[in-house]
């Protein structure tokens, strides 16, 4: 399979704290399972993690385990009709921030790991230009 999927934890500012790319070949568990852990490394004072309903099932028992975080599954509460869901659009921004970037847009990259630098430098870039707004 093409492609690439990018796994990304943020705050509630929508500031990136973790990144994970991998192959679009495999499941959104196994990168949320390496995203979180990654997560852990830098942030240790997370008590509660919000994710998408994709992400249900066994892996709210493995946070609990590993980490003792409670993961929070923001589902819809209509099917088939777009809504904006609380702590959901923090991530969905983000991401939409991420795009502007030209070299994020689409994927260039031949490694993962060059393409998750990428997305750390991007992010480093608006947290400047947001910095240099304040101090004006």
Same mark, same amino acid.
């Given at each position: 399979?093409?492609? #690439?999927? #990018? &796994?990304?934890? !943020?705050?509630? *500012?929508?500031?990136?704290?973790?990144? !994970?790319?991998?192959?679009?070949? $495999?499941?959104?568990?196994?990168?949320?399972? *390496?995203?979180? $852990?990654?997560?852990?490394?830098?942030? &240790?004072?997370?008590?509660?993690?919000?994710?998408?309903?994709?992400?249900?099932?066994? $892996?709210?028992?493995?946070? #609990?385990?590993?980490?003792?975080?409670?993961?929070?599954?923001?589902?819809?509460?209509?099917?088939?009709?777009?809504?904006?869901?609380?702590?959901?659009? *923090?991530?969905?921004?983000?991401?939409?921030? $991420?795009?502007?970037?030209? #070299?994020?847009?689409?994927?260039?990259?031949? &490694?993962?790991?060059?393409?998750?630098?990428?997305?750390?430098?991007?992010?480093?870039?608006?947290?400047?230009?947001?910095?240099?707004?304040?101090?004006?």
């Amino acid at each position: 399979m093409k492609g #690439r999927k #990018r &796994h990304i934890a !943020v705050d509630t *500012l929508g500031l990136v704290w973790a990144v !994970v790319v991998l192959s679009a070949g $495999l499941q959104d568990r196994t990168g949320t399972r *390496l995203l979180l $852990l990654r997560l852990a490394a830098v942030a &240790h004072r997370i008590q509660v993690v919000f994710a998408d309903a994709a992400y249900s099932g066994t $892996l709210v028992d493995w946070v #609990r385990q590993m980490f003792q975080w409670t993961l929070t599954i923001v589902s819809r509460r209509t099917a088939g009709r777009f809504e904006v869901l609380p702590w959901r659009w *923090l991530v969905e921004r983000t991401f939409a921030w $991420l795009s502007n970037a030209r #070299r994020l847009s689409k994927d260039y990259e031949i &490694h993962p790991a060059t393409s998750e630098c990428f997305i750390q430098i991007t992010m480093i870039s608006l947290m400047l230009r947001r910095l240099a707004k304040t101090q004006v």
